[in-house]
């Protein structure tokens, strides 16, 4: 009834590659080809609303509806994301990433631009020239002294201190804000660091007087007389120094040809008295630098400029008409000999003579920014050469002949540690050692004249502002390009690697 038998197999002929052949579409995919289209756009009619026109009822009605805002739906999204937030706040607060990142938001500027020329025209008719400059505590006033640095006979003619506030509206760059009336030529002046109205000035005849600026009447406030303790030589410099025995008392150091360095604290009276002194004399100076035999016996220990070095207030730096830099200790306690005459013993503080210029030195300045492993400062002259010292040798690490003209002042940059300026006979000079140690990256013509300049400094408070004074009686603000102004990176241990080559 049952038997095993094979039935021939069934055959099902597909269909979809002839279809896909037939469409000329790819064999690879079995599914239909996907449409697509451009969205990124969400409108069909778009309209310029970049205009001031009045716009139409109808889009003003639709600006005016409340917008309709889900505060549940907000008040939850913000509860959730709290704590993830708050956990990435603190690990931002605690990361020291961009720890010594200083924000620069000054628009990069390569031109030096003259933004006043200052004068007072009843000076320039006595033909007297400007002596010295100085910025005040808030840097926004810029005052001069008006004498004479080329006549060396005693000088009995009055003479004046202007001042001028730059951020004054109005300012007229020929009718100072103030005016003072000196009887003798000012050979120097000096701001108060912290208190803007007090200036000191040192005089041909070798007084010293303080005024307050803000007092119109009479300026005067602090004077030293003439005294046996006085200067008998103009003086040439005047400092500020802090009285460490009397925070509320401060101190004036000056410096003049007679070879004496005075520290003067105030009296009650009005009065200047002789604290203490140093006195340079040629037997002391330490014999490290080979000079003349003629000149040793004859050279002449005048102080025309000192500088304090800025990591230790007991070492300074002074410049002498002998043409050496002397490096001097406050804490000497040699008398100086022969003993000068006077109400306080003086001291003689030369340790190391540097080699000397050609010529008698005009300008010290030390770095404010190099530690005390180099000491730098530089030192200018007659000779016409710019010299870097170390204070740890008496060769200097190099000389520069910039001009065949005296050298009057040099000025190391309060930001940059690789510039100074330099006011020559010539006009005034930049130099940015970064970009070249042979020649100044910018010189500055002062007037058209080419008159001698003698006297500059940096505003420490407006960095991008110098000044400077010349013959022809004229003070110059400039503008420093941020070349002159931006630090760049590891800049400060660029000219310690520098001097440390040289040194080896």
């Given at each position: 009834m049952f038997a095993d038998r094979t039935a021939p197999g069934a055959d099902v002929q597909s269909l979809w590659r002839s279809a896909r052949s037939a469409r000329c579409e790819a064999k690879t995919c079995q599914t239909g080809k996907i449409s697509t289209a451009e969205a990124a756009a969400q409108s069909h009619t778009c309209r310029d609303a970049a205009v001031q026109t009045e716009q139409s009822k109808d889009a003003a009605q639709d600006f005016q509806q409340e917008v309709q805002v889900d505060y549940t739906g907000l008040l939850s999204f913000l509860q959730r994301v709290e704590d993830a937030v708050i956990k990435e706040l603190n690990k931002n607060w605690k990361s020291h990433a961009?720890?010594?990142?200083?924000?620069?938001?000054?628009?990069?500027?390569?031109t030096v631009l003259c933004l006043h020329a200052l004068s007072y025209p009843e000076a320039q008719d006595q033909n007297l020239q400007v002596t010295s400059v100085s910025w005040n505590?808030?840097?926004?006033?810029?005052?001069?002294?008006?004498?004479?640095?080329?006549?060396?006979?005693?000088?009995?003619?009055?003479?004046?201190?202007?001042?001028?506030?730059?951020?004054?509206?109005?300012?007229?760059?020929?009718?100072?804000?103030?005016?003072?009336?000196?009887?003798?030529?000012?050979?120097?002046?000096?701001?108060?660091?912290?208190?803007?109205?007090?200036?000191?000035?040192?005089?041909?005849?070798?007084?010293?007087?303080?005024?307050?600026?803000?007092?119109?009447?009479?300026?005067?406030?602090w004077r030293t007389g003439m005294t046996d303790d006085t200067h008998t030589d103009p003086v040439y410099q005047v400092n500020w120094l802090p009285d460490t025995k009397h925070r509320n008392h401060t101190r004036l150091l000056s410096v003049a040809t007679d070879g004496k360095i005075l520290v003067w604290r105030e009296e009650r009276d009005g009065r200047l008295a002789l604290a203490e002194g140093f006195a340079i004399v040629a037997q002391q100076i330490p014999r490290s630098t080979r000079l003349k035999k003629v000149a040793w016996g004859e050279a002449a220990v005048g102080v025309t400029s000192l500088s304090f070095s800025p990591f230790d207030a007991g070492v300074f730096v002074v410049g002498v008409e002998g043409g050496c830099a002397l490096r001097c200790s406050a804490a000497a306690q040699a008398p100086a000999l022969p003993r000068p005459g006077g109400s306080v013993p003086l001291r003689a503080p030369a340790e190391l003579a540097f080699s000397p210029h050609a010529g008698p030195v005009y300008s010290v300045s030390c770095s404010p920014f190099h530690r005390q492993v180099?000491?730098?400062?530089?030192?200018?002259?007659?000779?016409?050469?710019?010299?870097?010292?170390?204070?740890?040798?008496?060769?200097?690490?190099?000389?520069?002949?910039?001009?065949?003209?005296?050298?009057?002042?040099?000025?190391?940059?309060?930001?940059?540690?690789?510039?100074?300026?330099?006011?020559?006979?010539?006009?005034?000079?930049?130099?940015?050692?970064?970009?070249?140690?042979?020649?100044?990256?910018?010189?500055?013509?002062?007037?058209?004249?080419?008159?001698?300049?003698?006297?500059?400094?940096?505003?420490?408070?407006?960095?991008?502002?110098?000044?400077?004074?010349?013959?022809?009686?004229?003070?110059?603000?400039?503008?420093?390009?941020?070349?002159?102004?931006?630090?760049?990176?590891?800049?400060m241990s660029h000219l310690e690697q520098l001097a440390s080559e040289i040194m080896d």
């Open positions: 961009f720890d010594g990142f200083e924000v620069n938001w000054t628009d990069q500027d390569e505590a808030t840097g926004s006033v810029i005052a001069c002294s008006y004498g004479r640095l080329d006549d060396g006979d005693w000088s009995t003619e009055k003479s004046y201190v202007c001042t001028w506030n730059l951020d004054r509206r109005g300012l007229n760059p020929q009718h100072p804000d103030l005016v003072v009336d000196v009887p003798s030529s000012v050979m120097c002046l000096a701001f108060h660091p912290s208190q803007p109205s007090l200036i000191a000035g040192g005089l041909f005849s070798g007084e010293l007087v303080v005024w307050d600026t803000s007092r119109t009447e009479d300026p005067v406030i180099l000491n730098l400062f530089l030192s200018c002259g007659t000779d016409g050469q710019v010299h870097l010292h170390s204070m740890l040798q008496t060769q200097p690490l190099f000389a520069l002949q910039l001009s065949k003209k005296y050298l009057f002042c040099v000025c190391w940059s309060p930001v940059r540690p690789l510039v100074f300026a330099v006011a020559s006979g010539e006009g005034v000079h930049l130099f940015d050692l970064a970009r070249s140690m042979q020649k100044p990256t910018v010189s500055l013509k002062q007037s058209m004249s080419d008159c001698p300049v003698y006297c500059l400094e940096f505003n420490t408070k407006h960095t991008r502002l110098l000044a400077a004074g010349d013959a022809a009686g004229t003070v110059k603000v400039w503008q420093l390009s941020s070349d002159f102004t931006e630090q760049g990176p590891r800049e």
